[in-house]
């Protein structure tokens, strides 16, 4: 009788041992950090074969290739810090207002006659402290004050873009210290810094989230931050401190605007909350916390960058870029709701 069971036991038990489907297999990897970032680089691949189909050696050129890093450097910069937030379970509308609040506030006159006497660094500190500060007024609202964070961001955006308007009313602020505008719109080996910039934050970004404590903690902290306080983690203070790092870098954001533009004025950085968090969705990491890639983020704004450039080489209306960039919002998000939804089925 035993053996009998046994015989009856040993296909069940091969089966159940059986390889994977190749459709499970197929699953598995688009469900992966790998498969989702081949996705985007397919995705980025056909970006650019319509680029070359549609306006062909203006778009291949090299100078175009750098007019596309330089532009996707500074919502670069910032998206990477919009990461750790969505990661960490928050969200953060008010980057594009703390862009124009630091970028006025650095380039007021006693600012600038600060830098003057002594070094253009001043304007950066400024900047970076501006954008910091701003960033822990949000953390200690949302973490201590147990406010949601859309609520505390949306406060903040309507008054950081408020009190720009006010301090420089309403006008131009140009930049007169050529020292920072030389250092950072200058180049290293035919590549923009402002390039070499974003490339240094990616990659600290990776480095940060993949390789240390702090990056495993933000990840359990957006996953169950009720899991992480019984571990032992802050789980208050390190979300001030996820708000105060992209509040940083929106500073240096403003910074590099400032380069680029040579003026500090309360517009700036319009829109640029829907672009970061847009390419942070895109380039995988959870709305919903728990799950964040850098390298991911990469991808997506390197996505947007180029599908704005391809629009502008064809002379296309920004109202067609924006519902094509519409689509591949909801197209993301759809695509992860069925991944996640896949993972998730025994």
């Not at 505008?181 to 180049?187: A, E, L």
Request: charged share 10%; proline share 2%; net charge positive.
């Amino acid at each position: 009788m035993t053996a009998q069971t046994h015989a009856q036991q040993a296909p069940d038990g091969a089966a159940s041992q059986a390889p994977p489907s190749g459709k499970a297999r197929i699953g598995a990897l688009l469900g992966s950090p790998a498969g989702r970032n081949l996705g985007l680089v397919v995705a980025l691949l056909l970006l650019c074969v319509v680029g070359l189909a549609t306006v062909g050696d203006r778009f291949g050129s090299f100078d175009n290739m750098m007019t596309v890093l330089r532009a996707a450097s500074v919502i670069g910069v910032i998206s990477v810090g919009m990461t750790f937030v969505i990661t960490g379970g928050g969200i953060d509308l008010s980057v594009g207002a703390l862009v124009a609040l630091a970028s006025v506030w650095a380039t007021t006159l006693a600012t600038q006659q600060m830098a003057a006497d002594f070094h253009w660094i001043v304007i950066v500190t400024t900047a970076l402290l501006v954008g910091a500060g701003a960033g822990l007024v949000n953390g200690l609202l949302i973490a201590y004050g147990k406010m949601a964070p859309f609520i505390v961001t949306l406060a903040m955006m309507a008054a950081a873009r408020g009190l720009a308007e006010l301090i420089s009313d309403k006008k131009t602020q140009v930049v007169t210290e050529r020292g920072l505008i030389d250092f950072f719109g200058g180049k290293v080996l035919g590549v923009p810094v402002l390039v070499i910039i974003f490339a240094l934050v990616a990659a600290g970004g990776w480095v940060l989230l993949n390789r240390t404590t702090f990056g495993r903690r933000t990840l359990a902290v957006g996953g169950n931050p009720e899991a992480a306080r019984l571990a032992g983690i802050d789980v208050r203070r390190h979300t001030t401190i996820l708000y105060v790092l992209l509040g940083l870098a929106c500073g240096l954001a403003a910074v590099m605007i400032m380069a680029r533009t040579t003026a500090g004025i309360a517009t700036h950085g319009s829109m640029y909350e829907l672009d970061a968090i847009a390419a942070v969705v895109i380039g995988g990491t959870l709305l919903s916390g728990g799950r964040g890639t850098v390298v991911g983020t990469v991808f997506g704004v390197l996505i947007f960058t180029t599908l704005t450039n391809v629009f502008v080489l064809n002379n296309l209306n920004t109202s067609t870029q924006a519902v094509a960039k519409g689509a591949i919002i909801v197209a993301a998000v759809l695509l992860q709701q069925r991944v996640a939804s896949r993972g998730s089925t025994p």
